[in-house]
C-alpha cells in the first residue's frame, strides 16, 4: 500500500444499531475503492470485516475491524463496529482513534437503542458526527420518516447535504447540495439535477447557506448583505459548523445495492476535520501530570494504542494511531510510560480485516 501523508488521511468509525448495515456499507467502500472484486454479503459470511467464525455464524459483527480504503488520493481508514449493546466496548476503542463517525441507521426503522448508545459515546467524546441513512431502497423509506426520527430522538442540529433521488425501488442516487450535482446509478456517475426536484434542492440549499453563515463571520457579514453565498463558501461554512459540532450532515444511499457509497466517499473526503488541524491527543506526562501532545508531523514520534487482540498465527498485535510524528520501522524501540519501559516494535501492518498489508511507515494521523 503506497504512504499517504497527513493532509490525505482521513478516520472514521461506523456505528450504529446491529442490523442498520455498517459491515455491508463497509464492504460497499471496498468494492467501489477497488479494493474487492466481489461484493459480500453478511447473509453469506464472506464480508471482509466479519472474518471471525463466530461473526459468521451468528451473521453480526462481535469485535472493532479495521480496512483501508484508498478513494480519489486519500486514504480512508474505516473502523466497523458492532451495534449489539454486548459489545459496545468495541464502540469506545475505535471513537478514541477517529476524526469522525459515521451513524449509520435504517432508513425504515430509524433511530434504535444502539443509534442512541453511539450517538451519546460520540458527543461525550467530542468526536464529529455524520448520519448515513442506509436502506433508501426498503419498501417504505423515505427522507422524511428517517429526518423526523432522527431529530425526535436525539439532540443534534441535523441537516441533509444530500436528497435522495427516487423512492423505495426506484432509489437510483443522490444530489450533492455541496456541489448542485446528482449522482446516479451504482456507479454514481454525475447528471443534472432531476427538473421535479428544482424546488426541494433549492429550500435545503437554503438551510444549508443558513448553517455555514452562522459559522463564519465573515460569510455571515456577507450573507445579510447579499443573502447569498457560492458553493465554496457555502463548503468552508459548513465544515466549519461539522467541527465546531454545531451541525449534524445527513446522507443517503442503499449499501446492499451499492447506490449511494461513491459520492459518500467523496464528501468523507472534503468535509471531516484532518486529524493535523485538531487540537491534539490528551495525555499524561512522567508525572503523571496532564498533557495534550500536538499533531505535529515533524515532532516526535508518538503512537497510541486503542486495541489488542491475539493472532493464532502472528501473535499479539497492537492497534495504534500515529498521533505526532511519524511510525518507521527504523524506530525499533519507543518508550511505554504506561509500562515504564522500553518496547520493541515488531512489523508494521494495515489490516484489512483479518488481512495484513506489509507498510513500512506510517503518517501522522
Excluded at 448508545?117 to 448520519?131: E, K, T, Y
Amino acid at each position: 500500500m503506497k504512504y499517504y501523508p497527513a493532509d490525505r488521511v482521513r478516520v472514521i468509525a461506523l456505528a450504529g444499531h446491529s442490523g442498520s448495515g455498517k459491515t455491508s456499507l463497509a464492504e460497499a467502500m471496498l468494492f467501489d475503492s477497488g479494493a474487492l472484486t466481489r461484493l459480500g454479503r453478511t447473509e453469506d459470511g464472506n464480508t471482509v470485516s466479519d472474518s471471525d467464525p463466530e461473526e459468521k455464524r451468528r451473521g453480526i459483527s462481535i469485535s472493532l475491524a479495521a480496512m483501508p480504503v484508498e478513494w480519489q488520493g486519500y486514504k480512508l481508514t474505516v473502523l466497523d463496529t458492532p451495534g449489539y449493546v454486548d459489545f459496545m466496548g468495541e464502540v469506545y476503542s475505535a471513537i478514541s482513534a477517529v476524526d469522525a463517525l459515521v451513524l449509520v441507521i435504517d432508513a425504515v426503522s430509524g433511530v434504535e437503542v444502539g443509534t442512541e448508545l453511539a450517538w451519546q459515546i460520540a458527543r461525550d467524546n467530542d468526536v464529529p458526527v455524520i448520519v448515513y441513512v442506509n436502506k433508501m431502497a426498503r419498501e417504505n423509506a423515505t427522507m422524511e420518516l428517517a429526518l423526523s426520527s432522527l431529530r425526535r430522538s436525539l439532540d443534534g442540529n441535523f441537516v441533509p447535504v444530500q436528497l435522495p433521488i427516487g423512492k423505495e425501488a426506484g432509489f437510483n442516487g443522490v444530489v450533492d447540495l455541496l456541489k448542485g450535482q446528482a449522482f446516479v446509478g451504482v456507479e454514481g456517475k454525475q447528471a443534472a439535477v432531476p427538473a421535479d426536484m428544482a424546488d426541494a434542492v433549492e429550500e435545503a440549499h437554503t438551510e444549508l447557506m443558513d448553517v455555514a453563515a452562522e459559522a463564519d463571520d465573515v460569510l455571515l457579514e456577507k450573507y445579510l448583505e447579499t443573502m447569498e453565498l457560492t458553493l465554496a463558501e457555502v463548503g468552508r461554512g459548513f465544515r466549519a459548523a461539522i467541527r465546531k459540532g454545531a451541525v449534524v450532515p445527513v446522507c443517503f444511499g442503499d449499501a446492499t445495492h451499492n447506490v449511494g457509497i461513491r459520492p459518500l466517499m467523496t464528501l468523507l473526503t472534503e468535509i471531516v476535520p484532518s486529524f493535523q488541524n485538531g487540537v491534539g491527543t490528551a495525555a499524561q506526562d512522567s508525572h503523571d501530570e496532564p498533557i495534550v501532545i500536538k499533531p505535529d508531523p515533524n515532532g516526535p514520534t508518538t503512537l497510541f494504542a486503542f486495541k489488542t487482540v491475539a493472532d493464532p498465527f502472528v501473535g499479539k498485535l497492537t492497534y495504534f494511531r500515529v498521533v505526532s510524528g511519524e511510525a518507521s520501522m527504523e524506530e525499533s524501540r519507543l518508550y511505554n510510560p504506561r509500562a515504564a519501559a522500553e518496547e520493541r516494535l515488531g512489523q508494521f501492518y494495515v489490516m484489512r480485516g483479518k488481512d495484513q498489508i506489509n507498510v513500512d511507515r506510517l503518517a501522522l494521523g
